[in-house]
């Protein structure tokens, strides 16, 4: 079993910053890919940024220059730090991390979500 626990959501100013944390614990052999993703009210899901085991990144065009994605492998965390936040970046962001297990079972796992507020 493996488990995602986020933190760092919360309410902020246009203009301020966040940074989200996204922690995986349990059976984890290795972790391909760690992402984040954003849903506003009314909205789907939608993808912020993902970073793959080798660094590779991949960003919504939408928080291209604002959002960094980061990880440390060593503690299978991944993070979001957002500056330069916007009201349309209010919603409830989920991290997503996708590997396998010692026992050689692939994983594809959720966070339970962390509200971002973002006031005008």
């Known amino acids: 079993q493996v488990q995602l626990v986020e933190s760092g959501g919360g309410l902020v100013q246009a203009g301020g910053s966040l940074r989200l944390s996204c922690a995986a614990s349990g059976s984890i052999f290795s972790i391909n890919r760690m992402g984040w993703y954003r849903q506003a009210p009314g909205k789907q899901r939608e993808l912020v940024a993902t970073?793959?085991?080798?660094?590779?990144?991949n960003f919504a065009d939408s928080v291209k220059g604002r959002f960094t994605i980061s990880r440390d492998n060593a503690k299978n965390t991944v993070y979001l730090q957002m500056n330069s936040l916007k009201p349309e970046d209010t919603a409830v962001y989920y991290c997503n991390e996708v590997g396998s297990t010692y026992y050689g079972d692939a994983f594809d796992y959720w966070g339970q979500g962390t509200q971002v507020t973002v006031s005008s």
């Open positions: 970073i793959t085991s080798g660094g590779r990144t």
